[in-house]
């Protein structure tokens, strides 16, 4: 199936978005959201990925990203979320505080298959610096427009801590 929008430049810089199906609120418990969290620093340790702005919101994840040289964005962001799909559907079946497990597992498994992330990552390349910013600002504000922090540095799954100078979750790549 093809995509309208493709990585073409797999050491380019990207803004990347990771859509949860159906849109399911997963991410509004912290145990799942830490998930991203070590999952992507496995992949800035282990492939290539460079991070320079992300935000997890409570169904979707935001990036600013590329690839070192020798890795591929678009294998590393596959094996991102097929990894994941796997991991937190598994912790979503073992969370016995889990108020919401069987409605999530009857969405998110169909037919004995995770469906977890939506298909394709919607990636646009950024190759001019006011690009950059304008993505920046979507990232960092997106919290702030959805009513859950007044301030962008107030949301603590974000990289806008990183921008005001608070150590944030996640080490960026470099800040522009």
């Known amino acids: 199936m093809g995509f309208a929008y493709k990585i073409t430049d797999q050491q380019g810089l990207y803004y990347i978005t990771a859509t949860v199906t159906q849109w399911v609120d997963v991410f509004s418990r912290a145990c799942y959201a830490d998930i991203l969290i070590d999952s992507l620093e496995f992949c800035k340790k282990n492939k290539g990925l460079q991070i320079y702005a992300w935000v997890i919101m ?22 991102f979320k097929k990894f994941t799909a796997t991991v937190i559907v598994d912790a979503i079946r073992s969370n016995k505080s889990e108020s919401r497990k069987n409605w999530l597992l009857w969405l998110l498994e169909q037919n004995g298959a995770i469906h977890f992330w939506q298909e394709g990552n919607h990636p646009e390349e950024i190759i001019t610096h006011k690009f950059f910013e304008q993505k920046l600002n979507y990232i960092h504000m997106n919290p702030v427009r959805a009513g859950i922090a007044d301030r962008p540095e107030d949301y603590r799954y974000s990289s806008a801590r990183d921008y005001c100078n608070i150590k944030g979750l996640i080490g960026l790549a470099y800040q522009f």
Do not use: K, Q, V
């Not at 990203?65 to 596959?78: E, N």
């Open 58 to 79: 409570s169904n979707h994840l935001h990036m600013i990203c590329s690839c070192a040289d020798g890795y591929d964005l678009s294998d590393t962001l596959r094996d």
